[in-house]
């Protein structure tokens, strides 16, 4: 449900707000290009007092950047200059006979009135303007009542009062985080500093989609922590408010219920560094990007890959998409033309995850072929191999060299840790997530010793990238310190197959989703 407001109204509170705060050039412009004109006061009644009992310089600075009639401009400044010619203030009524622009439009309009003013000013006489017999209290009267007439009662800084009612509104809905600076003129919120770290293990909310296929594939924070996007398996794509797990209904799209959407299921989303763009990849091979703001399909890639699009990413500028493939391979897609630029053979199975490093000169890709592969975004070369394999695994292989080797683990995801450039997480379907740099060595092992049924199937970093999440298989929620390599959390969040996670950017919030059609919510 939405309200509209009339544009007019909204350009009458501009113009209060210019008038309130001085700001006369661009008043007159808005005013000028609109034709649009607001005479707002506070006090209708002390208006017209000021008039009656003669407070004259009051009652013009009050209609000094108002727009009024010119038959009540004539009558309240002629009646003005009488009251000066009777007081003997003879030169102050010149001047005012010279200088002040209605006079000029009086001359122009009604010359007899104007000559008998400036005659009196002259010869500094009073002359009685001829068939008007009332009272000097009566036409004060008479004067305050027309221009009375010209103004409406609004209270001051009415703009500013409604824009904080509507920011209020909107945290109240959960569209903007509590005690949130708002910049009104990019209409977002600017990025905090990231909170300190601490495991999120205290479920505090749960999405359910309706029906037993619909649930979500793939999920994703904005960089700017103010989206979580989920893409679902009969082709939906959602923004949710992560403080509510409520749909983002401030996007007109979403209220008006016109999702974003693809033909078959949504495998992948990724967003841009500025989070104003959103890209999805679909199990028909196709990939589509975004407007955030709108939900206007800016780019569509058809087909990107011969078969189902399993992980997207943006480059550092946004013009970019790396992706990857059920069809084995890694492609560069550019945003505005949407060819393939280029193209990264090598991996023998399923490419699963894909994704930049920081300065865009390698692409790293992860498969179920157990591998890890690092390449030169320029050339498309294969700089390094890695079958990422636990001490355990070695030492069983080591112990039975008969068995056939190291079994190879499929790589799940990889995870980029930004406050290491040069490192990722890798995770592999089995009980250990491995810490790599872009050189191709295992830095650290991470593991939780269960020797079957909670294999991972994703991971994911905390804000401050000194925790690391891995999601099993039966939905178990493990926490790692990176430092130490320790396990410090275990949390069973459901009895159903997970799918994977997600981890807030800035905030201590993980989401997890399973096959079961729920998204589940768990802060510090």
Known sequence: MSTMVDSQDALRLIIQFLRENNLTKTLSVVQKESSITFNTIDDKNAFIQDIVQGRWDTVLRTIEKMTIEPMHLFDLHEQIVDELIELKEFSTARMLLSKVETFNA??????????????????????????????????????????????????????????????????????????????????????????????AAQMYCNIKFPGKKAYAETAVFSPNGQYLATGTADGFIELWNYLTGKLRKDLKYQAEDRLMAMDEAVLCLNFSRDSELLVSGSNDGKIAVWRVQTGVCQRRISPAHSQGVTSVCFNKDGTQILSGSYDQT???????????????????????????????????????????????????????????????????????????????????????????????????????????????????????????????????????????????????????????????????????????????????????????????????
């Open 330 to 524: 890694v492609k560069i897609h550019g945003l505005k033309s949407g060819r393939t630029l280029k193209e990264f053979r090598g991996h023998s199975s399923f490419v699963n995850s894909v994704l930049f490093s920081n300065d865009g000169t390698r692409v790293v890709s992860g498969s179920s072929d157990g591998t890890v592969k690092v390449w030169d975004t320029k050339t498309t070369n294969c700089l390094h191999t890695i079958t990422p394999q636990s001490t355990a695994d070695l030492a069983k292989a080591s112990a039975n060299p008969l068995s056939g080797g190291i079994a190879n683990h499929t790589v799940q995801a990889i995870v980029g840790l930004p406050k290491n450039m040069d490192q990722v997480v890798v995770c592999t379907k089995s009980n250990t997530l491995y810490i790599m740099n872009l050189r191709g060595h295992i830095i650290k092992t991470l593991t939780h010793q269960k020797k079957t049924g909670s294999d991972f199937v994703a991971a994911g970093v905390s804000p401050q990238c000194e925790l690391v999440y891995g999601i099993a298989e039966d939905s178990t929620l493990y926490c790692f310190q990176i430092g130490s390599g320790k396990l410090i959390s275990k949390n069973k969040i459901c009895d159903h197959e997970a799918v994977g996670i997600a981890s807030h950017p800035q905030a201590n919030v993980v989401v997890s989703y399973d096959d079961s059609g729920h998204v589940y919510f768990l802060k510090a």
């Open 106 to 199: 009086l001359r122009e309009h009604d010359p007899e009135r104007y000559v008998r003013l400036a005659e009196m000013a002259d010869k500094e006489i009073f002359i009685r303007a001829p068939n008007d017999s009332r009272s000097k209290e009566e036409k004060r009267r008479s004067i305050a009542q027309a221009l009375a007439d010209q103004f409406t009662v609004v209270p001051s800084s009415q703009l500013l009062a409604l824009l904080g009612q509507s920011l209020r509104w909107q945290q109240h809905q959960g569209a903007l985080p509590p005690d949130s600076v708002y910049d009104l003129y990019r209409g977002t919120i600017p990025i905090e500093k990231a909170e300190e770290d601490a495991v």
